[in-house]
T-cell receptor, first 115, second 111 residues
Framework: DAGVIQSPRHEVTEMGQEVTLRCKPI?????LFWYRQTMMRGLELLIY????????DSGMPEDRFSAKMPNASFSTLKIQPSEPRDSAVYFCASRASGIPYNEQFFGPGTRLTVL | GNSVTQMEGPVTLSEEAFLTINCTYT??????LFWYVQYPGEGLQLLLKATKADDKGSNKGFEATYRKETTSFHLEKGSVQVSDSAVYFCALNTGFQKLVFGTGTRLLVSP
C-alpha cells in the first residue's frame, strides 16, 4: 500500500514568492494533519481536517498560511508571500478516524527553504 | 490541558548499551500513549503504543509500559544498535482528537 505522499520533497524559493505544498493521504483515511518541524520550535501542528472539513487551525502561524482539502484524496498548504522564517520541513499525516486511539501515518515531508 | 514531557537530548550511548528515554504526561481522561521514531531525513513512524493502564507496547526490541500511577511511558531497549540512532517522540491521544507530542529526544549510538 502506498503511504502518505507529499510533493515536492524539496522546494527552494525566494522571499515573497507563493509556495504550495501537496499531500495525498492514505486511501480510506478521513483525518489529515499538517505539521511544521524546525530546530527552534520542534514539531508543531498547523491544522487538521476531518472528512475534508478544517477542525482546528489554531496552529496556523498567520494569514499568509492557508490550507485546503477539496476532496478526500488531496490537500494543499499554501504560503503567500513566503518569508525566510518559513523555512522548515512540512509534514502531512493521515489517520483513519472513527477508530479511537489509533495512530497517525506520516509522509516523508517537504523541506522548504526560503531565501 | 494535555501535555507530554520528555527528557532532553541528545542521549549518547555505545552499541549494546541499555537505553531509557523518560516520558511523563498530563492528560484529562484516559489517553492512549505512543512512541514515534524519526530517522534522519524521514517522517515520523509509529514505534509502539499502549491504550490502557499497565499495557506494554513493544516493537523491534523497544518496550514501554503505561504507568497510570506515575503518569509515565518510558521507552527502553536492552541493547541498542547504531541503526537505532534517531529522534524519538512520545505522544498522547485522548480519543478522537489530535496527537499531543513531546519535544523529541535525539539518540546517538556509536560503534
Amino acid at each position: 500500500d502506498a503511504g502518505v505522499i507529499q510533493s515536492p520533497r524539496h522546494e527552494v524559493t525566494e522571499m515573497g514568492q507563493e509556495v504550495t505544498l501537496r499531500c495525498k493521504p492514505i486511501s480510506g483515511h478521513n483525518s489529515l494533519f499538517w505539521y511544521r518541524q524546525t530546530m527552534m520550535r520542534g514539531l508543531e501542528l498547523l491544522i487538521y481536517f476531518n472528512n475534508n472539513v478544517p477542525i482546528d487551525d489554531s496552529g496556523m502561524p498567520e494569514d499568509r498560511f492557508s490550507a485546503k482539502m477539496p476532496n478526500a484524496s488531496f490537500s494543499t498548504l499554501k504560503i503567500q508571500p513566503s518569508e525566510p522564517r518559513d523555512s522548515a520541513v512540512y509534514f502531512c499525516a493521515s489517520r483513519a478516524s472513527g477508530i479511537p486511539y489509533n495512530e497517525q501515518f506520516f509522509g516523508p515531508g517537504t523541506r522548504l527553504t526560503v531565501l | 490541558g494535555n501535555s507530554v514531557t520528555q527528557m532532553e537530548g541528545p542521549v549518547t550511548l555505545s552499541e549494546e548499551a541499555f537505553l531509557t528515554i523518560n516520558c511523563t504526561y498530563t492528560a484529562t481522561g484516559y489517553p492512549s500513549l505512543f512512541w514515534y521514531v524519526q530517522y534522519p531525513g524521514e517522517g515520523l513512524q509509529l514505534l509502539l503504543k499502549a491504550t490502557k493502564a499497565d499495557d506494554k507496547g513493544s516493537n523491534k526490541g523497544f518496550e514501554a509500559t503505561y504507568r497510570k500511577e506515575t503518569t509515565s511511558f518510558h521507552l527502553e531497549k536492552g541493547s541498542v544498535q547504531v541503526s537505532d540512532s534517531a529522534v524519538y517522540f512520545c505522544a498522547l491521544n485522548t480519543g478522537f482528537q489530535k496527537l499531543v507530542f513531546g519535544t523529541g529526544t535525539r539518540l546517538l549510538v556509536s560503534p
